[in-house]
């Protein structure tokens, strides 16, 4: 595994690969490992014949009062953790390297971009979907993946890959969780003892809606009350919508299918995302 942190040097790498007719997947992260980071790993290995993660924490995405300094950080496990997993190259730039001096051109995705996480987190979306273009341009994917857990950033992606004429598949693979059902997040480090019991919450509230939707329930509001009675637990409920799969759009009754029903919550000073997929196929 090389461990690699300049564009040029990265592209010398990959020209490579590239004749030598290998395919290369991308699986972008801002480090602090965990399965369901190696999650894509593997699906990434399982379709390409290099693969590139990428550790960057985007100082782009993180508004002003966010948790940008107190983001985890670990390069030595991370850097064993994708070399134990088969890892190519780990691409790990410096911010100067990905934002140079008078960088002032970003990537403004639209309507996507706008509800859930979007209505909390102001410029978000166009951090994220800025360095994933530029990550896109640097490592030149055949193949991208993202976690389900971050629903809306991987449609926001797809949106923009389509809108921008970029020639790579994007996939979505399932989201991994603990045991007990919280799903895994680099965040969750930040849980203390009691809050990490409490988190259990959100996974169970998205379960059990997802379980009467099963059961043949299919009005917003009742799928939603289902949800909130088991989020009782946690400190601050930032959303909890069923928004229409595709447009993200919030959901009417009856509910037509795709859609997802996502939730935002404080645990403790930790904010956590989740969402559960109603009536789609799975990635
Ligand atoms: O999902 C993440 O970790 C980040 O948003 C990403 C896609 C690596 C962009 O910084």
Known sequence: MQTI??????????????????RVGLVPTMGYLHDGHLALVEASRAQCDVTVVSIFVNPTQFGPNEDLSSYPRDFVRDEKLCRDAG????????????YPAQFETFVE????????????RPGHFRGVATVVCKLFNMVHPDVVFFGQKDF????????????????????????VREPDGLAMSSRNRHLSKEERRRAVAIGRGLF??????????????KLIAIAER??????????????????????ESPLRFPAALCVAAYVGSTRLIDNVLLGLPTP
């Open 87 to 98: 890892v190519e190259i780990v691409f790990a730039p410096g911010a100067q390297e990905v």
């Open 152 to 175: 809306q950033q991987c449609a926001v992606v797809r949106r923009m890959a389509t809108d921008l004429n970029l020639p790579i598949k994007i996939v979505t693979v399932p989201t």
């Open 208 to 221: 059990a809606a997802a379980e009467e939707f099963r059961a043949g329930v299919r009005e917003v509001e």
């Open 109 to 120: 995705p639209g309507e996507l971009a706008k509800p859930l996480c979007g209505a909390f």
């Open 5 to 22: 942190t300049t564009v040029a040097e990265l592209r010398r790498e990959l020209a490579k690969a590239c004749s030598a007719g290998k």
């Open 230 to 251: 088991q989020l009782e637990t946690v400190d601050r409920l930032q959303y909890l919508e069923l928004v229409d799969g595709d447009t993200l759009k919030r959901a």
